[in-house]
């Protein structure tokens, strides 16, 4: 699937910012299964300093200062990605949950995909009993990883209300867990903090989402904006499987990858300092086009 990507991220600001530094996770990057053809990040006003770079987990950072009075800053992303649907896999053939626990802890890979980077507490999930508890449900002893993975991505959709004014981007998982209401980097760390409290590794994920359906198909909650989901490590000959809980399916060719990281710290689209002394309004546009294949047009 070839998908045109417009964003737009405006923040108007309530008096002049004399200076700011921000990091950037705006553009997207060729990753298994996705090929960005060509991207572009437009900055308004011109920055006074910009440095493009990667971080540890491969995810293009820009980094930027402005060292000027500045009442407005545009954010604006053009890309065009080649999505690859990727194989159905039989989610009962994957290994037990109790095999991967045990390779996780024991796998000696360190590079920035390996398991054990996305075993512990992170900045924003904490080790959470509770949630622990709720995620077991799905875990029966000797269950496959991805069946029991998927069917914890199926209840959260089920159990949790999509509601933006339940929560904002400081909530913590167990304060969403706890209201069973918010967005997807709530439903994202919620289940990422049961995973890995029953010691799997599990990565948060933002990226897009296809904003028109297939035809006779739901729309998507969470096209409006970046999306966020979750990557579950099934074993090394299995690699990381992408779940939304946010839409209770497999992410696929719907899902285009911006960032990757431990939690939504570590792939925030926007984060940084700013001098300031009064508030800010923030706007998101985002755009999905799908340019080919069976929906296109």
């Known amino acids: 699937m070839l998908y045109d990507i417009r964003q737009t991220t405006r923040y108007t600001y309530a008096s002049p910012v004399p200076f700011a530094r921000q990091v950037l996770r705006l553009l997207p990057v060729a990753r298994d299964g996705q090929r960005v053809i060509a991207a572009d990040l437009v900055i308004t006003p011109e920055p006074t300093e910009r440095h493009d770079d990667f971080d540890f987990f491969g995810n293009r950072i820009t980094t930027v200062a402005f060292a000027f009075p500045h009442e407005e800053l545009t954010l604006e992303t053009r890309a065009r990605v080649a999505v690859d649907p990727g194989e159905t896999r039989d989610s009962e053939a994957t290994p037990n949950w109790e095999q991967i626990r045990r390779l996780a802890v024991a796998e000696t890979d360190l590079g920035p995909l390996s398991p054990v980077h996305f075993l512990f507490a992170s900045r924003v999930i904490a080790i959470d009993d ?151 309004q923030l706007e998101v546009e985002v755009d999905v086009l799908a340019i080919s294949g069976s929906d296109a047009g």
């Open 130 to 280: 509770a949630i622990a508890a709720y995620a077991l449900e799905s875990f029966a002893t000797g269950r496959p990883i991805l069946a029991a993975a998927f069917d914890l991505t199926c209840r959260i959709k089920a159990d949790f209300a999509y509601d933006p004014e339940a929560t904002d981007v400081t909530t913590l998982p167990a304060d969403a867990f706890a209201k069973r209401a918010g967005v997807c980097q709530d439903f994202a760390h919620v289940m990422i903090a049961g995973l890995r409290t029953l010691g799997l590794p599990a990565a948060y994920v933002s990226g897009f989402l296809r904003t028109l359906p297939p035809p006779g198909q739901p729309r998507l909650e969470g096209a409006d904006a970046t999306h966020a989901w979750v990557a579950v490590w099934c074993g090394r000959e299995v690699g990381w499987v992408g779940l939304d809980p946010t839409n209770g399916v497999v992410a696929a060719a719907d899902h285009v990858v911006l960032a990757i990281g431990r939690d939504y710290s570590d792939a925030a689209p926007v984060d940084g300092i700013i001098v300031t002394s009064g508030d800010h």
